[in-house]
């Protein structure tokens, strides 16, 4: 699997190489949040420290960039 547009002009998509998609019935998309959620302060101190420690050195772009992903399903779920 290609991470792709990158911003290091790494690798493309083959789509010959590509697997069948896989379908999740039920609420697959919710699923993060609430995980989050059932997570004690602790936990979830623990997780923004992991989240942090493996982005340093990252680019503050792409740093960005992975903030704005992590708010999205809170966003989702508050709107639904």
């Known amino acids: 699997m290609v991470y792709e547009p990158n911003s290091f002009n790494g690798p ?3 789509p010959h190489l590509k697997e069948p ?14 995980l989050f959620r059932l ?3 602790d ?5 923004f420290d992991n989240i942090a420690a493996a982005m340093r050195g990252v ?3 792409i740093q960005l960039r992975r903030s704005g992903i992590s708010r999205r ?6 709107a639904a």
């Open 39 to 41: 997570m004690s302060s």
């Open 12 to 14: 493309v998509e083959e």
């Open 59 to 61: 680019p503050e772009a």
């Open 21 to 34: 998609p896989l379908h999740i019935a039920g609420d697959a998309d919710r699923q993060p949040g609430a």
């Open 73 to 78: 399903p809170t966003l989702h779920m508050a």
């Open 43 to 47: 936990q979830q101190r623990q997780l």
